[in-house]
């Protein structure tokens, strides 16, 4: 057979695209027709930036803040991703009639709705756009694989540990953090419960790997967190 998951690599998490560069990819027309075809509206922490299963009208930019993208099933929420500033959301939408996931605020948040008909004109028109577009849809589809991964062949603490990974390598960029969302949320995130997530936590704890108060995260040995990951 050939390759075993231990083999997998690491988490692209550090790899994610950053929209920004999208943009400055356009001409100075295409810069004064995207500004006429977009609208900024801030978000307060919790309020809904869009909708699974509702009509996509707009290619959503993440300007400032942080948000949450989970599919909503059979009751049960089941989150994606966290998305920090200069993200897109909603390109999955853009050859389709609806939103494909929900969109929530995870505190107070300002984003650029850009008119999807436009944004489809400027792929058209741009073929340097197109190509970002193009690398900012295959990285997502690669997090959606490494996420499936972690999900469904990691074992808790390899579960953890990359969502931990992941938090500092793309939402705060510091060893030492404050979570932005409850503990259940972080438990959604790494397909477990929250008393089997409070009990891993505790492990990386004792094994000095994390300092943890309440809602504060500190990362002591990064490195052995990350073989963790990788060994799931």
């Keep these: 057979m050939v390759g075993k998951f231990e083999n997998i690599s690491e988490s692209r998490c550090s790899l994610c695209f950053d929209s920004k560069i999208l943009f400055e990819t356009l001409t100075e027309l295409e810069e004064t027709e995207l500004k006429a075809n977009s609208v900024t509206i801030k978000f307060k922490k ?29 009751d049960k ?23 494909r996931y929900t969109s929530v605020a995870y505190e107070d948040t300002i984003v650029n709705l850009i008119d999807i008909n436009f944004f489809r004109k ?3 028109q741009n073929a340097t756009f197109s190509y970002h577009i193009a690398n900012a849809a295959n990285d997502s589809t690669i997090s959606a694989f490494d996420r499936v991964i972690c999900l469904t062949q990691k074992k808790s603490h390899g579960r953890i540990a990359e969502v931990l990974i992941c938090l500092y390598e793309r939402i705060y960029k510091e060893l030492k ?13 790494s397909n477990m419960s929250v008393e089997n997530l409070t009990r891993t936590l505790n492990d990386f704890r004792n094994d000095n790997i994390l300092k943890i108060k309440g809602n504060n995260i500190e990362i002591l040995n990064l490195e052995q967190l990350k073989t963790i990951s990788k060994k799931g």
């Design 46 to 74: 919790g309020e809904v930036i869009c909708k699974q299963g509702t009509y996509a009208s707009n290619i959503i930019y993440l300007k400032e803040g942080l948000a949450k993208i989970f599919l909503e099933f059979n």
């Design 77 to 99: 929420n089941i989150i994606l991703r966290v998305e920090p500033a200069g993200q897109l959301l909603a390109l999955q939408s853009l050859y389709g009639n609806m939103y």
């Design 122 to 124: 400027l792929m058209f």
């Design 177 to 189: 953090f404050k979570l932005h969302f409850p503990r259940k949320d972080l438990a959604e995130l």
